[in-house]
């Protein structure tokens, strides 16, 4: 049963709405973006990630997304790993697609630039899951 809202007290009945221009802003980070990109990428049919340990240190493992903000708009150079044989140019595009309407729907940000850089592993070279036993 519900209680009667309380005088003096703002209860879901009274409270004020306060209008899109009064509520303030929202501050999308770099970091936040960089993994919108990156998981962006895993989303598209032909890539994979490839991690090495060599690239963890370094920083360098596929996906890798370099963001630069320009005010409410960024640029983007993402790397991105395939498995050899695949369509390069279809892919490329595929992935520039997906981050800039991924990026939008979930940040708000638009890339005005997308540079794809893609690196063709073969096979033997993809990473396979690791089996944990506990």
């Known amino acids: ?6 005088e003096g007290t703002a ?4 409270l004020d709405r ?3 221009d009064d509520r303030g802003t929202l501050e999308v980070r770099v970091r936040a973006i960089q993994h919108v990109v990156e998981q962006a990428v895993l989303s ?8 090495t340990a ?7 493992n596929s996906p890798h997304a370099d963001i630069t903000m ?9 790397d991105v790993a395939c498995v050899w ?10 992935v520039r697609d997906t981050v800039r309407s991924e990026a939008a729907r979930i940040t708000g940000v638009h890339l005005h630039t ?17 089996r944990r036993v506990e």
């Open 18 to 20: 306060a209008r899109p």
């Open 11 to 14: 209860g879901p009945a009274t």
């Open 44 to 51: 598209t049919p032909g890539t994979v990630a490839h991690r």
């Open 114 to 130: 997308v540079d794809v850089t893609i690196h063709t592993l073969g096979a033997a070279e993809v990473d396979q899951e690791r």
């Open 1 to 6: 049963m519900a209680e009667p809202a309380v």
């Open 70 to 78: 320009q005010g409410r708009s960024a640029r983007v150079a993402v």
């Open 85 to 94: 044989p695949c369509h390069v140019a279809g892919i490329a595009a595929r």
């Open 54 to 60: 060599l690239g963890r240190l370094r920083g360098s």
